[in-house]
Protein backbone atom coordinates (compact mmCIF):
# COMPACT_ATOMS: atom_id res chain seq x y z
CA UNK A 1 0.00 0.00 0.00
CA UNK A 2 2.53 2.59 0.57
CA UNK A 3 4.69 1.47 -2.37
CA UNK A 4 1.49 2.16 -4.04
CA UNK A 5 0.73 5.39 -2.68
CA UNK A 6 4.43 6.18 -3.52
CA UNK A 7 4.06 5.61 -7.26
CA UNK A 8 0.77 7.17 -7.42
CA UNK A 9 2.56 10.70 -6.57
CA UNK A 10 0.24 10.11 -2.74
CA UNK A 11 3.42 9.09 -0.48
CA UNK A 12 3.70 11.16 2.70
CA UNK A 13 7.05 13.01 4.15
CA UNK A 14 7.04 9.70 6.49
CA UNK A 15 6.95 7.49 3.33
CA UNK A 16 9.48 9.21 1.51
CA UNK A 17 12.13 9.93 4.81
CA UNK A 18 12.20 6.59 4.93
CA UNK A 19 11.99 5.46 1.22
CA UNK A 20 14.40 8.36 0.02
CA UNK A 21 15.98 10.00 2.73
CA UNK A 22 19.67 8.92 3.99
CA UNK A 23 19.13 7.35 7.44
CA UNK A 24 22.35 7.19 10.05
CA UNK A 25 20.91 5.05 12.06
CA UNK A 26 18.53 1.67 11.49
CA UNK A 27 16.22 3.73 14.22
CA UNK A 28 15.70 7.14 13.60
CA UNK A 29 13.36 8.97 15.98
CA UNK A 30 10.89 9.88 13.29
CA UNK A 31 8.91 12.55 14.70
CA UNK A 32 7.35 14.15 12.19
CA UNK A 33 8.04 17.98 12.54
CA UNK A 34 5.61 21.00 11.66
CA UNK A 35 7.14 23.77 13.37
CA UNK A 36 9.05 25.03 16.47
CA UNK A 37 9.56 28.07 18.33
CA UNK A 38 10.67 28.29 22.03
CA UNK A 39 11.84 25.29 23.45
CA UNK A 40 9.12 23.14 21.72
CA UNK A 41 8.35 21.50 18.58
CA UNK A 42 5.25 21.15 16.96
CA UNK A 43 4.13 18.15 14.84
CA UNK A 44 1.79 17.37 12.08
CA UNK A 45 -0.96 15.90 13.91
CA UNK A 46 -0.90 18.34 16.57
CA UNK A 47 1.65 17.04 18.73
CA UNK A 48 4.31 18.96 20.35
CA UNK A 49 7.29 18.13 22.08
CA UNK A 50 9.54 19.78 24.92
CA UNK A 51 12.97 19.79 23.17
CA UNK A 52 15.90 19.01 25.70
CA UNK A 53 18.45 18.92 24.06
CA UNK A 54 17.93 22.02 21.50
CA UNK A 55 18.49 19.62 18.29
CA UNK A 56 21.85 18.85 19.85
CA UNK A 57 23.51 22.02 21.49
CA UNK A 58 22.44 24.41 18.29
CA UNK A 59 19.17 26.44 19.27
CA UNK A 60 20.99 27.49 22.46
CA UNK A 61 18.16 30.52 22.15
CA UNK A 62 15.48 28.18 21.40
CA UNK A 63 13.54 27.58 18.06
CA UNK A 64 12.87 30.28 16.16
CA UNK A 65 14.05 33.49 18.02
CA UNK A 66 12.20 36.40 16.37
CA UNK A 67 14.87 38.54 16.27
CA UNK A 68 17.41 35.48 13.90
CA UNK A 69 14.44 35.12 11.94
CA UNK A 70 14.02 38.32 11.57
CA UNK A 71 17.86 39.27 10.89
CA UNK A 72 17.37 36.34 8.19
CA UNK A 73 14.32 37.79 6.25
CA UNK A 74 16.38 41.55 6.41
CA UNK A 75 19.79 39.54 4.63
CA UNK A 76 17.65 37.49 2.15
CA UNK A 77 15.89 40.52 0.81
CA UNK A 78 19.94 42.11 0.29
CA UNK A 79 21.49 39.40 -1.31
CA UNK A 80 22.15 35.36 -1.19
CA UNK A 81 25.02 33.59 -2.28
CA UNK A 82 27.15 36.34 -4.33
CA UNK A 83 30.45 34.39 -4.27
CA UNK A 84 32.74 31.72 -2.92
CA UNK A 85 34.47 32.62 0.12
CA UNK A 86 37.08 35.56 0.70
CA UNK A 87 36.95 37.26 -2.55
CA UNK A 88 34.13 40.03 -2.14
CA UNK A 89 33.64 42.77 0.71
CA UNK A 90 30.13 41.47 2.78
CA UNK A 91 28.93 44.14 5.49
CA UNK A 92 27.17 41.45 7.45
CA UNK A 93 30.31 39.20 7.23
CA UNK A 94 32.35 41.67 8.70
CA UNK A 95 29.49 42.62 11.24
CA UNK A 96 30.07 39.22 12.46
CA UNK A 97 33.55 39.74 12.83
CA UNK A 98 33.40 42.58 14.34
CA UNK A 99 30.93 41.59 17.35
CA UNK A 100 33.12 38.29 18.11
CA UNK A 101 36.48 40.37 17.81
CA UNK A 102 34.41 42.31 20.79
CA UNK A 103 33.58 39.40 22.78
CA UNK A 104 36.88 37.07 22.21
CA UNK A 105 40.19 37.66 23.38
CA UNK A 106 42.62 40.07 21.65
CA UNK A 107 44.79 37.27 20.03
CA UNK A 108 41.63 35.42 18.26
CA UNK A 109 41.13 38.81 15.92
CA UNK A 110 41.25 36.66 12.15
CA UNK A 111 37.62 34.61 11.37
CA UNK A 112 37.56 31.82 8.81
CA UNK A 113 33.94 31.42 8.40
CA UNK A 114 32.68 27.89 7.17
CA UNK A 115 29.79 25.76 7.04
CA UNK A 116 29.97 23.06 9.93
CA UNK A 117 31.97 22.01 13.38
CA UNK A 118 33.95 19.26 11.24
CA UNK A 119 34.90 21.58 8.30
CA UNK A 120 35.89 24.27 11.33
CA UNK A 121 38.29 21.04 12.69
CA UNK A 122 39.26 20.23 8.96
CA UNK A 123 40.68 24.18 8.85
CA UNK A 124 42.54 24.50 12.02
CA UNK A 125 44.38 21.11 11.85
CA UNK A 126 45.46 22.48 8.14
CA UNK A 127 46.62 25.79 9.69
CA UNK A 128 48.22 24.52 12.44
CA UNK A 129 50.29 22.07 10.20
CA UNK A 130 51.15 25.27 8.14
CA UNK A 131 52.22 27.21 11.07
CA UNK A 132 54.17 24.70 12.38
CA UNK A 133 55.53 23.35 9.47
CA UNK A 134 54.68 19.79 11.24
CA UNK A 135 52.58 17.10 11.07
CA UNK A 136 52.02 15.15 14.34
CA UNK A 137 48.63 15.74 15.74
CA UNK A 138 47.43 14.64 19.76
CA UNK A 139 44.16 14.05 20.90
CA UNK A 140 41.89 12.26 23.81
CA UNK A 141 40.23 9.21 24.32
CA UNK A 142 36.66 9.67 23.55
CA UNK A 143 36.63 13.13 22.17
CA UNK A 144 34.40 14.04 18.91
CA UNK A 145 35.77 16.43 16.40
CA UNK A 146 33.43 15.54 13.23
CA UNK A 147 32.74 13.21 10.76
CA UNK A 148 34.75 13.76 7.79
CA UNK A 149 38.42 11.96 7.30
CA UNK A 150 40.42 14.54 9.19
CA UNK A 151 38.26 15.57 12.30
CA UNK A 152 37.82 11.70 12.49
CA UNK A 153 41.11 10.87 12.19
CA UNK A 154 42.00 13.14 15.63
CA UNK A 155 38.33 11.79 16.78
CA UNK A 156 38.95 9.29 20.02
CA UNK A 157 36.26 6.79 19.29
CA UNK A 158 36.87 3.70 17.74
CA UNK A 159 33.38 2.70 17.71
CA UNK A 160 32.80 5.33 14.34
CA UNK A 161 36.11 4.84 13.07
CA UNK A 162 36.94 0.79 12.51
CA UNK A 163 35.27 0.66 9.36
CA UNK A 164 36.69 3.65 7.87
CA UNK A 165 40.46 3.13 8.01
CA UNK A 166 42.97 4.62 6.80
CA UNK A 167 43.26 8.08 8.48
CA UNK A 168 45.66 10.92 8.75
CA UNK A 169 49.26 9.19 10.08
CA UNK A 170 50.94 10.60 13.44
CA UNK A 171 47.27 11.13 15.43
CA UNK A 172 47.88 9.76 18.72
CA UNK A 173 45.29 9.80 21.72
CA UNK A 174 46.05 10.57 25.13
CA UNK A 175 43.74 10.39 28.43
CA UNK A 176 41.53 13.12 29.27
CA UNK A 177 42.39 15.45 32.51
CA UNK A 178 46.07 12.46 32.59
CA UNK A 179 48.93 15.58 33.52
CA UNK A 180 51.53 12.61 32.74
CA UNK A 181 50.34 11.95 29.84
CA UNK A 182 51.05 15.48 28.29
CA UNK A 183 54.29 13.92 27.83
CA UNK A 184 53.58 13.31 24.50
CA UNK A 185 53.45 16.51 23.38
CA UNK A 186 56.71 17.06 21.96
CA UNK A 187 58.64 19.45 19.52
CA UNK A 188 57.20 17.50 16.49
CA UNK A 189 53.57 18.33 17.81
CA UNK A 190 51.71 20.21 15.48
CA UNK A 191 48.65 20.58 17.26
CA UNK A 192 46.61 19.30 20.11
CA UNK A 193 43.00 19.34 19.85
CA UNK A 194 40.76 19.28 22.40
CA UNK A 195 37.56 20.16 23.60
CA UNK A 196 37.72 22.19 27.08
CA UNK A 197 34.65 19.76 27.81
CA UNK A 198 34.05 16.63 26.46
CA UNK A 199 30.73 16.55 24.84
CA UNK A 200 30.49 12.97 23.57
CA UNK A 201 31.92 11.54 26.34
CA UNK A 202 29.45 12.46 28.42
CA UNK A 203 30.45 15.52 29.63
CA UNK A 204 33.87 15.14 31.11
CA UNK A 205 35.45 18.96 32.18
CA UNK A 206 38.64 19.75 32.36
CA UNK A 207 40.27 20.28 35.70
CA UNK A 208 41.74 23.81 35.87
CA UNK A 209 45.03 21.86 36.61
CA UNK A 210 45.12 19.78 33.59
CA UNK A 211 44.17 22.89 30.87
CA UNK A 212 47.63 24.74 32.13
CA UNK A 213 49.31 22.32 31.95
CA UNK A 214 48.30 21.43 28.56
CA UNK A 215 48.86 25.40 27.96
CA UNK A 216 51.90 24.85 29.27
CA UNK A 217 52.73 22.42 27.31
CA UNK A 218 52.00 23.33 24.06
CA UNK A 219 54.24 26.92 24.85
CA UNK A 220 57.34 25.23 25.34
CA UNK A 221 56.94 22.70 22.41
CA UNK A 222 55.51 25.29 19.90
CA UNK A 223 52.42 23.36 19.15
CA UNK A 224 49.58 24.57 18.62
CA UNK A 225 46.49 24.65 20.82
CA UNK A 226 43.01 24.09 19.27
CA UNK A 227 40.12 24.90 21.36
CA UNK A 228 36.64 22.83 20.02
CA UNK A 229 34.28 24.45 21.35
CA UNK A 230 31.53 23.44 18.61
CA UNK A 231 29.48 22.06 21.52
CA UNK A 232 30.41 24.12 24.56
CA UNK A 233 30.38 27.67 23.27
CA UNK A 234 27.52 29.99 23.13
CA UNK A 235 26.83 30.16 26.57
CA UNK A 236 25.80 26.24 26.88
CA UNK A 237 28.41 25.84 30.04
CA UNK A 238 26.87 29.56 31.69
CA UNK A 239 29.73 31.57 29.65
CA UNK A 240 29.80 32.40 26.26
CA UNK A 241 33.18 30.31 26.03
CA UNK A 242 34.16 27.20 28.02
CA UNK A 243 37.29 28.54 28.41
CA UNK A 244 36.33 31.61 29.52
CA UNK A 245 35.42 29.68 32.79
CA UNK A 246 39.92 29.39 33.07
CA UNK A 247 42.12 31.13 32.67
CA UNK A 248 43.38 30.01 29.45
CA UNK A 249 43.35 31.32 25.54
CA UNK A 250 43.75 28.33 22.80
CA UNK A 251 45.61 29.49 19.86
CA UNK A 252 43.04 28.30 17.27
CA UNK A 253 39.49 27.91 18.69
CA UNK A 254 36.74 26.60 16.38
CA UNK A 255 32.73 27.21 16.60
CA UNK A 256 29.60 25.67 14.91
CA UNK A 257 26.34 24.53 16.45
CA UNK A 258 24.81 27.18 18.45
CA UNK A 259 26.99 29.71 16.44
CA UNK A 260 24.27 29.96 13.97
CA UNK A 261 20.93 30.43 15.68
CA UNK A 262 19.64 27.35 13.78
CA UNK A 263 21.61 28.30 10.61
CA UNK A 264 24.65 26.14 9.36
CA UNK A 265 27.83 27.89 10.25
CA UNK A 266 30.85 27.19 11.79
CA UNK A 267 34.14 29.55 12.30
CA UNK A 268 37.80 28.71 12.48
CA UNK A 269 39.25 31.44 14.68
CA UNK A 270 42.76 32.37 15.70
CA UNK A 271 45.35 35.49 14.72
CA UNK A 272 45.68 37.85 11.60
CA UNK A 273 49.54 36.55 11.28
CA UNK A 274 48.88 32.78 11.45
CA UNK A 275 45.68 33.19 9.61
CA UNK A 276 47.30 35.09 6.56
CA UNK A 277 49.53 31.58 6.27
CA UNK A 278 46.38 30.37 4.50
CA UNK A 279 46.61 32.60 1.51
CA UNK A 280 49.91 31.27 0.18
CA UNK A 281 52.09 28.37 -0.21
CA UNK A 282 50.08 27.10 -1.21
CA UNK A 283 47.52 29.96 -2.36
CA UNK A 284 43.66 29.08 -1.43
CA UNK A 285 45.24 27.07 1.39
CA UNK A 286 41.51 26.26 2.66
CA UNK A 287 38.65 26.84 -0.13
CA UNK A 288 34.75 26.91 0.92
CA UNK A 289 32.51 28.08 -1.40
CA UNK A 290 29.44 28.40 0.45
CA UNK A 291 31.55 29.39 4.15
CA UNK A 292 30.38 32.82 5.47
CA UNK A 293 26.84 32.62 3.79
CA UNK A 294 25.74 35.91 4.20
CA UNK A 295 21.98 34.44 5.18
CA UNK A 296 24.46 32.38 7.71
CA UNK A 297 26.17 35.18 9.25
CA UNK A 298 23.33 37.13 9.52
CA UNK A 299 21.92 34.96 11.79
CA UNK A 300 24.73 34.04 13.44
CA UNK A 301 25.22 37.75 14.43
CA UNK A 302 21.58 38.03 15.78
CA UNK A 303 22.06 34.79 17.50
CA UNK A 304 25.47 36.31 19.01
CA UNK A 305 23.27 39.70 20.12
CA UNK A 306 20.94 37.52 21.76
CA UNK A 307 22.65 35.66 23.85
CA UNK A 308 24.27 39.16 25.32
CA UNK A 309 21.45 40.96 25.67
CA UNK A 310 18.65 38.01 26.82
CA UNK A 311 20.37 35.27 28.44
CA UNK A 312 21.83 36.03 31.61
CA UNK A 313 24.79 33.51 32.90
CA UNK A 314 23.23 33.67 36.37
CA UNK A 315 20.04 32.10 35.61
CA UNK A 316 21.75 29.62 33.40
CA UNK A 317 23.29 28.61 36.32
CA UNK A 318 20.63 28.57 38.67
CA UNK A 319 18.43 26.51 36.24
CA UNK A 320 21.02 23.93 35.54
CA UNK A 321 20.98 23.91 39.03
CA UNK A 322 17.25 23.32 39.51
CA UNK A 323 17.57 20.00 36.60
CA UNK A 324 19.94 18.94 38.79
CA UNK A 325 18.30 18.91 41.87
CA UNK A 326 15.03 17.20 40.61
CA UNK A 327 16.26 14.61 38.60
CA UNK A 328 17.83 13.30 41.66
CA UNK A 329 16.65 9.74 41.65
CA UNK A 330 18.40 6.22 43.25
CA UNK A 331 18.28 5.17 39.80
CA UNK A 332 20.76 7.83 38.83
CA UNK A 333 24.33 7.22 39.58
CA UNK A 334 25.83 10.27 38.67
CA UNK A 335 25.01 13.70 37.16
CA UNK A 336 27.76 15.97 34.98
CA UNK A 337 26.88 19.13 34.59
CA UNK A 338 27.99 22.67 33.61
CA UNK A 339 26.08 25.44 32.99
CA UNK A 340 22.72 24.17 31.28
CA UNK A 341 25.25 20.85 29.98
CA UNK A 342 23.60 17.44 31.29
CA UNK A 343 25.11 13.85 31.06
CA UNK A 344 23.06 11.52 33.62
CA UNK A 345 24.17 8.56 34.51
CA UNK A 346 22.28 5.55 34.87
CA UNK A 347 23.71 1.85 35.15
CA UNK A 348 22.64 0.54 31.77
CA UNK A 349 21.90 1.10 28.29
CA UNK A 350 18.77 -0.26 28.93
CA UNK A 351 17.39 1.26 31.92
CA UNK A 352 18.79 4.66 29.32
CA UNK A 353 16.57 3.12 26.60
CA UNK A 354 13.74 3.52 28.96
CA UNK A 355 14.11 6.73 29.71
CA UNK A 356 14.37 8.15 26.46
CA UNK A 357 11.42 5.89 25.31
CA UNK A 358 9.40 7.38 28.04
CA UNK A 359 10.11 10.80 26.92
CA UNK A 360 10.08 10.67 23.48
CA UNK A 361 6.30 9.40 23.92
CA UNK A 362 5.76 11.52 26.45
CA UNK A 363 6.50 14.25 24.42
CA UNK A 364 10.01 15.49 26.20
CA UNK A 365 12.97 15.04 23.73
CA UNK A 366 16.36 13.49 25.26
CA UNK A 367 19.02 11.84 23.63
CA UNK A 368 22.19 9.89 23.06
CA UNK A 369 25.91 10.08 23.66
CA UNK A 370 28.26 8.69 20.81
CA UNK A 371 30.94 7.24 23.66
CA UNK A 372 28.71 7.04 26.84
CA UNK A 373 25.93 4.11 26.33
CA UNK A 374 25.02 4.39 30.09
CA UNK A 375 23.92 7.74 30.06
CA UNK A 376 21.76 10.59 28.12
CA UNK A 377 22.41 14.19 27.71
CA UNK A 378 20.13 17.11 28.16
CA UNK A 379 21.19 20.55 26.97
CA UNK A 380 18.12 22.92 26.85
CA UNK A 381 17.47 25.95 25.54
CA UNK A 382 19.14 28.53 27.84
CA UNK A 383 16.02 30.59 28.35
CA UNK A 384 14.16 27.45 29.45
CA UNK A 385 11.56 28.54 31.78
CA UNK A 386 11.10 27.38 35.44
CA UNK A 387 7.56 25.76 34.40
CA UNK A 388 9.44 23.83 31.55
CA UNK A 389 12.03 22.45 33.79
CA UNK A 390 9.51 21.51 35.93
CA UNK A 391 7.68 19.48 33.01
CA UNK A 392 10.27 17.88 31.82
CA UNK A 393 11.78 17.17 35.01
CA UNK A 394 8.08 14.88 35.56
CA UNK A 395 8.33 13.21 32.79
CA UNK A 396 11.94 12.25 33.17
CA UNK A 397 11.18 11.03 36.45
CA UNK A 398 8.24 8.47 35.50
CA UNK A 399 10.59 7.57 33.29
CA UNK A 400 13.43 6.48 36.02
CA UNK A 401 10.15 5.28 37.88
CA UNK A 402 9.80 2.36 35.48
CA UNK A 403 13.78 1.13 35.84
CA UNK A 404 13.01 0.01 39.12
C1 LIG B 1 32.80 18.81 19.91
C2 LIG B 1 32.30 18.65 18.51
N1 LIG B 1 33.15 18.89 17.50
C3 LIG B 1 32.76 18.78 16.21
C4 LIG B 1 31.48 18.39 15.89
C5 LIG B 1 31.08 18.25 14.45
O1 LIG B 1 30.20 19.28 14.10
P1 LIG B 1 29.30 19.14 12.79
O2 LIG B 1 28.30 18.06 13.05
O3 LIG B 1 28.68 20.50 12.61
O4 LIG B 1 30.22 18.81 11.67
C6 LIG B 1 30.58 18.10 16.92
C7 LIG B 1 29.20 17.65 16.61
O5 LIG B 1 28.53 17.06 17.41
C8 LIG B 1 31.00 18.25 18.26
O6 LIG B 1 30.17 17.98 19.28
Redesign the pocket.
Same mark, same amino acid.
Given at each position: MRLLSYFCGMSSSKDIFYKNLAQTTPFPMGIEIDSARGSWLFGTKGEKWLDMISG?AVTNIGHNHPKVVSAIKTQVDKHLHVMVYGEYIQKVQSDLAKALNQVLPDDLNSFYFVN +???EA?EAALKLAKRETGRTELISFNNS????THG +?LSVTGNENKKYAFRPFLPGVKFIDFNSIPDLEEITDKTAAVIM?VIQ??AGVRIATPEFLKAVRTKCDQTGAQLIF?E??TGMGRTGKLFAFNHYDIVPDILTL??GFGGGMAI?AMISNKEKMVKLTHNPMLGHITTFGGHPVNCAAALANLEVIQQEIDFNEVERKGALIEQLLQHMEVSEIRRKGLFFAIDMDSFEKVKIVFDHCLANGVITFWFLSTGYAFRLSPPLNITDSEIQHACEIIQQGFDLCK
Open positions: V +SGTNYHGG +SEGDDIQAKG
